[in-house]
């Protein structure tokens, strides 16, 4: 069983660079309080680590 994360948009990309606007559209999300539930590698937690004032991780499963 692979571990998954839960990430939820808390900030808003508007007038944010286009690279972390990007990065949100990667990550799956793109409109305010939306959430994903994404596999736990190393490049996921490296995006969200990339923009930490516009997500935050819900919970964490095993």
């Known amino acids: 069983m ?4 839960v990430v939820k948009q ?8 286009a690279v972390q606007r990007r990065i949100l559209i990667g990550l799956g999300l793109n409109k305010m309080h939306r959430t994903r ?3 736990d590698t190393p490049s996921v937690r490296g995006m969200v ?3 930490p004032h516009l997500v935050e991780i819900v919970e964490e499963k095993a």
């Open 37 to 39: 539930e994404l596999e």
């Open 2 to 5: 692979m571990a998954t994360i």
């Open 49 to 51: 680590a990339k923009i």
């Open 10 to 17: 808390v900030g808003s990309p508007i007038r944010r660079p």
